[in-house]
């Protein structure tokens, strides 16, 4: 069982920055594919960037390439996501994924609030 906990959203002006952080309470952490998502009222999920354990492969949403970071430590058992030059249309209930292989994640954090004002 893997347990996923997000930390680190917040409200932040339209062009500021924020951090997010993931803690995995998991054996073996850097076998695990990594993610985050984003969810925005009334909109579907989608995936923002994802990582892999060993070889540092790296996936990016379109509309978050060159602001959003996606990072690791695997000595840690955590995960990040650095956020900059944050555009309103970025406001969403970010969630940190796992999973074994790539694009397919089985487990899930509750979700942290980031909010951009305009």
Known sequence: QVQLVE???????????????????????SRYVMGWFRQAPGKEREMVAQISGY???L??????????TISRVNEDNSLYLQMD???????????????????DFEFWGRGT???VSS
């Open 7 to 29: 930390s680190g959203g917040g409200l932040v002006q339209a062009g500021g920055s924020l951090r997010l952080s993931c803690s995995a309470s998991v054996r073996f952490f």
């Open 55 to 57: 070889r540092g492969s």
């Open 59 to 68: 996936y990016y949403l379109d509309s978050v390439k060159g602001r959003f």
């Open 85 to 103: 030059n944050l555009k309103h249309e970025d406001t969403a209930v970010y969630f940190c994924a796992a999973g074994v292989r790539w694009g």
């Open 113 to 115: 609030q980031v909010t």
